[in-house]
């Protein structure tokens, strides 16, 4: 399945700044090729997804959802923990720092992030084991 997820910013600079940060962590690189007032990243518009940013369509301010998130899935441990400190140091807050939750199963590691524009974001890691991490 090809999906794509789109937020409104109100500062496409500043959304730049903070994407082009979790997603260098994530190996998911800016699309090359996008329009005025749009950044994109994935790998490309045929597989996998893609995550947009842009000034919503009916001119009025972004705003945030509440009980809106999106998830990007990590290859370890240390990918998330690297994800939240990325936002954290490009102008997100902290939504729950990177560690296991007790209404997930043991082995489901997650963080969350709010977006400079207070959308809520989040980098996960299944299978996790802690016997295994080095950076636990």
């Not at 690189?29 to 995550?51: H, K």
């Not at 899935?73 to 240390?78: E, G, R, S, V």
Request: charged share 15%; hydrophobic share 35%; glycine share 14%.
């Amino acid at each position: 399945m090809n999906i794509y997820t789109t937020f409104g910013t109100n500062d496409l600079t500043r959304a730049v700044r903070f994407y082009d940060a979790v997603f260098a962590v994530l190996d998911q690189p800016r699309l090359p090729d996008w329009p005025e007032g749009w950044a994109g990243w994935g790998q490309d518009y045929d597989n996998g997804t893609g995550f947009w940013v842009c000034a919503p369509f009916d001119g009025s301010p972004a705003s945030t959802g509440n009980g809106t998130m999106v998830g990007f899935p990590a290859k370890n441990a240390a990918q998330v923990r690297a994800f939240h400190a990325a936002g954290l140091a490009h102008g997100g807050t902290d939504a729950g720092g990177p560690g296991t939750r007790p209404y997930y199963g043991p082995d489901f590691y997650v963080a969350y992030l709010r977006d400079p524009d207070g959308n809520k974001i989040s980098c996960f890691y299944y299978h996790y084991d802690p016997a295994t991490d080095a950076g636990a």
